[in-house]
């Protein structure tokens, strides 16, 4: 098959890239560097021809629903436009557990990307998956002032991202199907916990805040609306065993 990944430098793209090749497919990687701009839409035709699916994980790095809306509506109708030029027969995009029920912030274009998927018309196939367990490490980065990482109230069901790539490879094999079972990881954790064993296998020093959210979105993230339903699948690697990963490669 010919597989192309949209997004594929990112933190799950890689992991997509690197399955599927292991499983034996022809697969192109979407990127600036590749001549294509998915905001705009220049270079995509090419990059499809013969194309046998689209996987989907491109991301962006904002809290702006506006923002978020912008980035996931273009490059969502752009490849979905170009796709159906190049007679691409599925898309199989990556989308995050609450995102239809909490339709803010980052999630807010998760959202618009699920709805302008599921009523395209290229068959298509749209995965769920909880938070990876890198999202610890994001918080750091993005909220870390000097000696304090502020973290929102919140409890996560952390999923292996190389584990989201296998998921998502192995839908792409198959025949378009909607809405799979949700994907996320093997248990609950508090976001606290999470950042501190983070911050402490990485050796960065400090105090980790636990803050309640305002609005819609921090009230999603208290009461369990990012969290997966009893008929999701769960993916195998513990949180404690990516930190473990860290702490050896130090």
Do not use: C
Not at 128 to 145: C, G, I, L, S
Not at 182 to 197: Q, S
Request: aromatic content about 6%.
């Amino acid at each position: 098959m010919k597989i192309v990944v949209a997004g594929g430098s990112g933190m799950v793209g890689r992991h997509v890239v690197a399955v599927a090749q292991e499983h034996g497919h022809r697969v192109v990687a979407l990127s600036r560097a590749t001549g294509v701009d998915l905001a705009t839409g220049a270079g995509l035709a090419q990059q499809l021809e013969a194309a046998d699916v689209v996987i989907d994980v491109t991301s962006t790095a904002t809290q702006s629903a506006q923002q978020s809306r912008q980035f996931f509506g273009a490059v969502t109708r752009n490849l979905l436009e170009a796709e159906g030029a190049a007679g691409v027969p599925h898309h199989v995009a990556l989308s995050i557990v609450g995102s239809d029920l909490a339709p803010f912030g980052y999630y807010a274009g998760k959202a618009l990307q699920e709805e302008l998927v599921s009523t395209g018309r290229i068959p298509w196939t749209i995965l769920r998956a909880t938070q990876f367990h890198e999202f610890a490490q994001q918080m750091v980065e993005r909220f870390r002032f000097g000696p304090v990482t502020m973290v929102p109230t919140m409890t996560s069901q952390p999923v292996a991202a190389r584990e989201v790539a296998e998921r998502l490879v192995e839908l792409a094999e198959g025949e378009p199907q909607g809405r799979p079972a949700d994907l996320a990881g093997p248990e609950e954790l508090r976001m606290t916990a999470m950042v501190k064993a983070y911050t402490a296998a990485t050796g960065i020093r400090g105090l980790v805040v636990q803050i309640p959210l305002p609005g819609g979105f921090g009230k999603a993230m208290r009461d369990g609306t990012t969290l997966a339903g009893l008929d999701a699948q769960h993916g195998v690697q513990t949180f404690a065993q990516w930190i473990d990963g860290l702490s050896a490669a130090r």
